[in-house]
């Protein structure tokens, strides 16, 4: 059996893994569904000026718009509009905007891009921003406690009173200053590397039809090519500063959330914190390394804990929480926030910007480290709203 049969073999096995856990979680979410949509009462409140920034490229937007304006329309909020993004303008373009004109609450409606550029100018304004998740991942959404597969009620999330500051982690690419001072928001994970490598190479097609899983199959292609390598300088909370002046690895990641679909790949980090989760990931010995490397993730999603398995050869994940991270490295390599893009770059700096951004959220246990929320806390925040606008009409 040569090398090329073990991989596909090996791959073969890791997406029937990941397929019968999705099929799990989607169950257990199929049963929830119904409650989803009376969690969230209505508000009668049309002082508040809400604007709501929309991608249109994304499945049944002018649907969602509608339902927006009709949901809006039934409880009373007269004062409401919408801006589009375009090609040549971003979300963090349409709620300067929406913030200029007047906005209170800027409401980004998209996937996780829509999301983070909106929040980029959001962050620091001391205005709040609401998310209604139509992406395909909607990561920051599902971190967040924020229904992804019911839109009323995330829209009635986002028009309600129930705001939470958090983090926010932003990407400088050095080289292009002064052009863009303020960097690249993320809020989620921000990598350069192997990750970056699988989101660029993702069949577009792929992705509508199996979503994140698409990135597997792109993996799949890269997972023998070079290591990197780069003098990395880290700074913790207290201002000490831990470096390398040759790091080797295969993905460099900074994490404000470390949740995704399935798997913790960051089980430590808090979007609450002030920290970003510094990561570094290598494999050694080909397609036992990768395999391996699996098996860490998997370990770390089970006991919710940064570490590997016990017995895991040939990988390691490295993790650090700090404020700010500077690699340089002797070659461009490719770069992402949050699933986007960016240039390929050599040198790069993530940085934290700690309660930064105001998002609105149904209600979190309290003590919960993580995003992890209640049906039975919203239901009751929702009782409260509605007992408190019947007293008000009478």
Known sequence: MNGWMV???????????????????????????KRHAELVAARDDDQVRYTFVINPSK??????????????QERGITDVSFIDTQLDKSGRVCALEALEKGADVVIAVGGDGTVRTVASAMAGSGHAMGIIPIGTGNLFARNMGIPVDDIDAAIGIAISHGSRRVDLGRLFLPEEEPLNTRGHAFLIIAGMGFD??????????????????AYFVSGAKHLFAPKYHASVRITRADGSAITNPSLAFRTFMAGNC??????????????????????????????????????DVVHQTIVKRAEQHPLSHNSTIDQIQGVEAELRL???????????????ADHVIFRVESDSLIVRVPEPIVGESTAQFRLEDL???SEQQEKARRSSRH
């Not at 980090?269 to 391996?292: H, K, M, P, R």
Request: glycine letters at 8%; hydrophobic letters at 50%.
């Open 196 to 213: 970056a490598l699988m989101i660029d190479d993702a069949d577009p097609e792929l992705k509508k039809n199996i979503s994140w899983l």
């Open 7 to 33: 991989t596909l073999i090996v791959i073969g096995c890791i997406v029937a893994v990941v397929l019968l856990i999705v099929g799990i979680t989607a169950i257990m979410r199929a049963v929830q569904r």
């Open 330 to 344: 002797g070659k461009k390599v490719p770069v992402q926030v949050d699933g986007d893009l960016l240039p390929a």
């Open 258 to 295: 470390g949740q995704i679909p399935v798997f913790s790949l960051m089980p430590d980090a808090s979007f609450s914190d002030g920290l970003l989760d510094f990561e570094v990931i290598d494999t050694s010995g080909g397609i036992l390394g990768w395999a391996n490397l699996f098996g």
């Open 59 to 72: 499945p049944m937007a002018e649907q969602h718009r509608e339902r927006i304006r009709e949901y809006c």
């Open 379 to 381: 239901q009751r925040y």
